[in-house]
């Protein structure tokens, strides 16, 4: 218990803080860099300068040459993690936020049954059960709900955005599992995980940004305001610290958990919108969201077999 508010606590803090103020910065930085693979090489290239930083001036210790095998697993979840990120965005775009939260909260079901596959652990008891289905039919209620708002506007691209859910879903399952076995099989410092995993993903990025992916040119030039700018600097920060918390916690909780540590996240930042941002503040839907914090607060981790 003592390691768990000694260590695992702060760290999940840090995450939900992080993850949370990245949600609504990233909305306000992409006026200043609207290319979005641009944005997202600039974090991530900042959480490679902020973290190597103390090492290079001898404040701090990491292993700046890895093994070839550490170097070839970081590889691959640099792939898996850009899947991860470059689908979601797609998903939204094809079929809105709130399908994607219906498909976000069915995931720690499928990852129980992974945990249980490859992990090596045993499928959850029945409370817990029960607790992952109260996260789906509850974040289902909400998405429910919010569609029906009169002032809600459904997004058509349906078939386009069945693909990319598709490819979200496989991709997520690997982010969750895979990387969970990596940081296991391959032990380093919380700092070596998160430099291998941003720095070995700058390559893939540097690619998308000059095969016409995006919608808005690297090189355009935005007359953003000032704002915009230093929201950008600030996801420079948050990302680091999201990516450090992130590979950090995967060593301390099991996959499943670790998903509905981020469905929680989401659901956090869900409930300060419908609260503070909202015109209307609806309580079927404050319900739901509550129903989904509340039903991941019964599940338990499950053990190593």
Not at 112 to 125: G, K, N
Not at 152 to 176: E, H, P, R, T
Not at 205 to 220: R, T, Y
Not at 255 to 277: D, H, Q, R, Y
Request: hydrophobic share 50%.
């Amino acid at each position: 218990m003592s390691t768990f508010f000694r260590k695992t606590l702060p760290l999940f803090f840090l995450y939900f803080v992080s993850s949370s103020s990245l949600l609504v910065l990233n909305k306000v930085a992409i006026k200043a860099i609207p290319n979005a693979s641009l944005l997202l090489f600039t974090q991530l290239g900042s959480t490679v300068v902020i973290v190597a930083a103390p090492a290079l001036v001898g404040k701090a210790r990491i292993n700046f040459k890895p093994e070839g095998r550490v170097a070839r697993a970081y590889s691959t979840v640099a792939v898996v993690f850009l899947a991860t990120i470059y689908s979601n965005f797609q998903v939204i775009h094809s079929i809105g936020v709130n399908p994607f939260i219906v498909l976000r909260c069915s995931t720690p079901l499928m990852v129980s049954v992974l945990d249980w596959a490859f992990m090596d652990r045993t499928l959850p008891d029945w409370k817990s059960a029960l607790a992952l289905s109260g996260i789906l039919s509850s974040g289902l209620m909400y998405a429910r709900l919010k569609v029906a708002d009169p002032g809600f506007g459904v997004k058509g691209n349906v078939n386009n955005g069945l693909w990319w859910s598709a490819i979200w879903l496989v991709s997520f399952l690997l982010d969750m599992v895979y990387i969970k076995y990596v940081v296991e099989a391959y032990p380093c410092s919380g700092a070596e995980r998160t430099l291998y995993q941003n720095f070995l993903a700058l390559p893939i990025l540097a690619v998308l940004l000059n095969v016409g992916v995006e919608k808005h040119s690297a090189f355009e030039a935005v007359n953003a305001p000032q704002s915009a700018w230093l929201a950008v600097l600030m996801t420079c920060f948050a990302g680091t610290a999201l990516s450090f918390t992130g590979m950090s916690l995967r060593t301390e909780l099991s996959a499943t958990l670790f998903t509905v540590l981020g469905i929680v996240c989401k659901m956090m930042s869900s409930l300060l919108n419908e609260i503070f941002v909202e015109p209307e503040r609806d309580l079927a839907r404050l319900s739901c969201i509550a129903a989904v914090i509340i039903s991941s607060s019964f599940y338990k981790q499950a053990p190593l077999r």
